[in-house]
């Protein structure tokens, strides 16, 4: 029997990344992680001050959104990760969920 070539292959090899290129990619997602969690913090003044809402329910909402990222974050990571379609894996996702952005 033929061995098929393409199993034999190994993944090249990968460079270490210094210091510097880990930093400058860490960077680059400040402003995304900080912006969110400047909403979450007025949101939390705004549930507590405004609303009247208990501190202690106030952290419950908080919870229960970590807790659902927990869950159905790496399950739509499997499910994109089998999709496979002329568009790619994970874009007809993408303009999905900016269609139900848009909306609401």
């Known amino acids: 029997m033929k ?3 393409g199993a034999e292959q190994e993944a090249p090899k990968s460079e270490k990344l210094s210091a510097s290129t880990k930093l400058a990619f860490g960077f680059g997602d400040v402003y995304g992680g900080g912006a969110i969690q400047i909403v979450n913090f007025f949101y939390l003044i705004f549930l507590t001050d405004y609303i009247g809402l208990r501190p202690a329910y106030a952290g419950i909402i908080f919870f229960i959104a970590r807790g659902w990222d927990a869950i159905a974050d790496p399950l739509m990571g499997v499910i ?4 496979r379609t002329r568009f790619g894996r994970r874009r007809p996702y993408f303009l999905a969920a900016t269609v139900l952005v848009f909306v609401s």
């Open 80 to 83: 994109t990760d089998r999709t």
């Open 3 to 5: 061995k098929d070539k």
